[in-house]
């Protein structure tokens, strides 16, 4: 199985629309949880299913991070410079008229 189909059935295990936040991702893993927790369902083995969810958990939220681009400072340890650099594309250094 390549990428993409592997990313298409994590999609389907948590039941996710094509497009996605990080947050609709942990949100659908958090509900599928709760929904196979054996609590809620005594004397059936969620076991199998439990474990998809938790690898189409962990492939989709490792597939975001790698395309996450970040936009706050200090989001992740990012410093100010980092982030101007990254917004930007040249150094927050500040000049005078006179430098200009």
């Given at each position: 199985?390549?990428?993409?189909?592997?990313?298409?059935?994590?999609?389907?295990?948590?039941?996710?629309?094509?497009?996605?936040t990080?947050s609709?991702?942990?949100?659908?893993?958090?509900?599928?949880?709760?929904?196979l927790h054996?609590?809620v369902?005594?004397?059936?083995?969620?076991?199998?299913?439990?474990?998809l969810v938790?690898?189409?958990?962990?492939?989709?939220?490792?597939?975001?991070?790698?395309?996450?681009?970040?936009l706050?400072p200090n989001?992740?340890?990012?410093?100010?410079e980092?982030?101007?650099m990254h917004k930007?594309?040249?150094?927050?250094?500040?000049h005078?008229?006179?430098?200009?």
């Amino acid at each position: 199985m390549n990428r993409w189909d592997a990313i298409e059935q994590a999609r389907k295990a948590l039941k996710l629309p094509k497009r996605v936040t990080r947050s609709q991702i942990r949100d659908a893993y958090r509900q599928r949880c709760r929904q196979l927790h054996p609590d809620v369902n005594s004397g059936i083995d969620t076991t199998d299913e439990m474990n998809l969810v938790n690898a189409s958990y962990n492939l989709l939220m490792d597939y975001a991070d790698e395309y996450t681009i970040r936009l706050e400072p200090n989001e992740s340890g990012m410093t100010d410079e980092e982030w101007w650099m990254h917004k930007f594309g040249h150094d927050p250094v500040w000049h005078t008229k006179e430098e200009d």
